[in-house]
């Protein structure tokens, strides 16, 4: 049964129209019988809800049910055409842009250039232009637009989506990439988090379905986590929980970007890896990155790592050890029943992966490393994407709940 909510007549109006509408979502094909069953509504606050639904086209009558005794029950749906989402997954060199139907399908994204010296302005430009080329693609009016989702580095204002200080985003301090973003496209628009987006999209399209409580954690060229705790998102007093990248691991550690020494970031993230691979080449070490060694990638790390270079595998059993030590203090701390690991240092190593699972149940307590399960993200490369959209689909679909989905 939902949970019972009191407040003003709107107020529980907008709340049954989400659990209806989250539950056509979730069980479609239902009946409103069922529909009244699984939430405990009244009959006549469904037959409302249902009503208001349809004639907003967001659900459709597909046909008669099957009877269980008196007359065939009319089964509802989503309609799938009904609204769409823009998801925008935006990082220091990093832009994608993804449209997504009311069922969570990705129907087209597209790349843009981004350099870390590149503006606010010229970054919003690219977005309100990469969405246009979307909805031209898909042949969709922008009035079917639900809103967009934007899965950002950190630290920022959820809230008010003013981005602070985003590391290596070169003159990006206080950008109220909202505003900026809604006055741009005439779109609703959300702005969270890259590790919240991330966490967000998993418990919507990956294995974090049904989980209450889970953490994660993206290993890429920063690294940073989100936190669900019981069914809703955790960011701390200021909004800056998650920041896993900056827990101290070495106390005589190199400076970190954040102005602490030893973070998890300043060793063991991607600029870490690639900064690390040039101190010791320039010492001496023997790799087939030495000709790039004034402008190693991370990319070009681990193919090197693929290929079996000494330097580039130590480096990412390092990376994973370290990951292992903070994740065992993760569990330590949150009791989490799931934590995901994605970013490129996991979805392109599996040696990464697989050390910092390993040290994590070993060096964490162990009546609590039992019951975790340490996992791959599922979402591929789109994570972020998903993740971003995700931020309006449970503004749509959850309302004024404040939670995700069960």
């Not at 969270?192 to 294995?207: C, I, L, P, T, Y």
Request: neutral net charge; contains cysteine.
């Amino acid at each position: 049964m939902a949970q019972i909510i009191t407040g003003n007549s709107d107020l529980i109006k907008q709340v049954n129209r989400s659990l209806v509408l989250d539950l056509i979502r979730q069980r479609g094909p239902i009946s409103k019988a069922d529909v009244k069953q699984i939430t405990g509504l009244n009959f006549t606050t469904v037959t409302n809800a249902v009503k208001d639904l349809i004639s907003q086209g967001l659900v459709q009558e597909i046909g008669y049910g099957t009877s269980s005794g008196g007359r065939r029950p009319m089964l509802l749906t989503l309609n799938p055409e009904a609204r769409y989402v823009i998801g925008c997954h935006l990082q220091s060199t990093e832009l994608i842009v993804g449209l997504y139907d009311l069922v969570g399908r990705l129907l087209y994204s597209e790349s843009h250039s981004k350099l870390p010296a590149d503006t606010p302005e010229m970054v919003v430009d690219r977005i309100r232009t990469g969405m246009y080329n979307l909805l031209a693609k898909a042949e969709v009016d922008i009035k079917k637009v639900e809103g967009m989702g934007v899965a950002a580095p950190g630290p920022l204002d959820a809230e008010n989506g003013v981005l602070y200080t985003p590391p290596n985003m070169l003159g990006w301090h206080n950008v109220p990439l909202k505003q900026m973003l809604e006055q741009a496209t005439g779109v609703p628009v959300f702005v969270d988090k890259d590790g919240n987006a991330a966490a967000v999209g998993e418990v919507w399209f990956g294995k974090g379905k049904g989980v209450r409580n889970l953490i994660f954690i993206i290993v890429d060229d920063g690294i940073g986590a989100g936190i669900v705790v019981h069914g809703q998102l955790y960011r701390g007093s200021n909004t800056g929980a998650g920041e896993i990248g900056h827990i101290t691991i070495d106390l005589d550690g190199p400076r970190c970007s954040c102005g602490n020494y030893g973070c998890l970031e300043a060793i063991a993230s991607g600029f870490a890896l690639v900064r690390k691979a040039g101190e010791a080449i320039r010492r001496g070490a023997t790799s087939q990155l030495t000709p790039h060694l004034n402008n190693i990638t991370l990319s070009q790390l681990l193919t090197a790592a693929d290929a079996g270079d000494k330097l580039a595998c130590d480096l990412l059993e390092e990376c994973g050890r370290l990951l292992g030590i903070a994740i065992a203090n993760v569990v330590n701390m949150y009791n989490p029943e799931l934590i995901v690991l994605g970013g490129k240092l996991i979805q392109h190593s599996p040696l990464v992966f697989h050390r910092a699972q390993e040290l994590a149940h070993n060096r964490a307590f162990s009546v609590l490393a039992e019951k975790v399960r340490i996992i791959p993200a599922t979402l591929g490369d789109k994570y972020l994407l998903a993740g971003a959209a995700a931020l309006v689909f449970t503004h749509l679909f959850r309302g004024p709940m404040n939670d995700l989905p069960a």
